[in-house]
């Protein structure tokens, strides 16, 4: 039986952080995520619901140089993807990204791989700058990105709702994406989708 999900208002110092919805985690990418384009419509609804209540909101894009350490041709896991300024990094055009948002850009040093939001970026000082209070975390990929910044969100001493329905996972195991859910919500974060969100 499906485990009911609790019952929220979005509340001023709420903050939406949409991770790396980039052309080449969608289907005809160079890393494919299987369900990136089904989240989309779920994404924008969170997107308006965060407009229409003006809260905060970031965009994290993965934002590599050529040649960086975690493509396959460097002896890293992932196929080339998502190098600076290309076609594959830009973010997905059906997505509604606020005019003017915050982007994150991370995985931008040759030798270092990040697949957490914070990781060599000043997210935290933005959150902070911002009087941030709880962090929303929609996009891709479940196990990987999402799962990484989510944690962090935690150790930084902040709420993490992990939007459940607006999430996509890589599955190179079959359940990668489900370990993933588990550990967020064995760190603390609290699974939501769009029925808990009160109209
Ligand atoms: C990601 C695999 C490789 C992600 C990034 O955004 O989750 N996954 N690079």
């Known amino acids: ?27 005809d990418g160079a890393l494919p995520v299987k369900g990136a ?9 969170y997107l308006s619901f965060f407009a229409q209540a003006q809260l905060q909101v970031f965009a994290t894009r993965c934002w590599h140089p050529p040649g960086h350490c975690s493509f396959v041709e460097q002896g890293g896991a992932w196929p080339a993807h998502c190098v600076a300024g290309t076609p594959g990094a830009a973010f997905y055009p059906d ?18 791989d990040a697949y957490s939001a914070f990781q060599g970026t000043d997210l935290d000082c933005q959150l902070r700058e911002r009087h941030v209070a709880r962090v929303f975390v929609a996009g891709l990929a479940t196990d990987y990105c999402v799962k990484h910044t989510v944690l ?15 999430i ?9 994406g489900k370990h993933a859910i588990d550990a967020m919500r064995q760190a603390g974060a609290v699974l939501i989708n769009i029925e808990s969100v009160a109209a």
């Open 1 to 27: 039986m499906p485990i009911p999900l609790p019952q929220l208002e979005f509340v001023p110092h709420d903050a939406l952080l949409v991770v790396d919805m980039q052309n080449d985690f969608f289907e």
């Open 168 to 176: 996509a996972a890589v599955n190179l195991a079959a359940e990668d």
């Open 95 to 112: 997505l509604k990204l606020p005019l003017g948002c915050p982007v994150i850009s991370k995985g931008h040093l040759v030798d270092r």
């Open 152 to 166: 962090d969100v935690l150790r930084h001493g902040l709420p993490a709702f992990v939007l459940v329905d607006a």
């Open 37 to 45: 384009r089904a989240i989309v419509p779920k994404v924008n609804r």
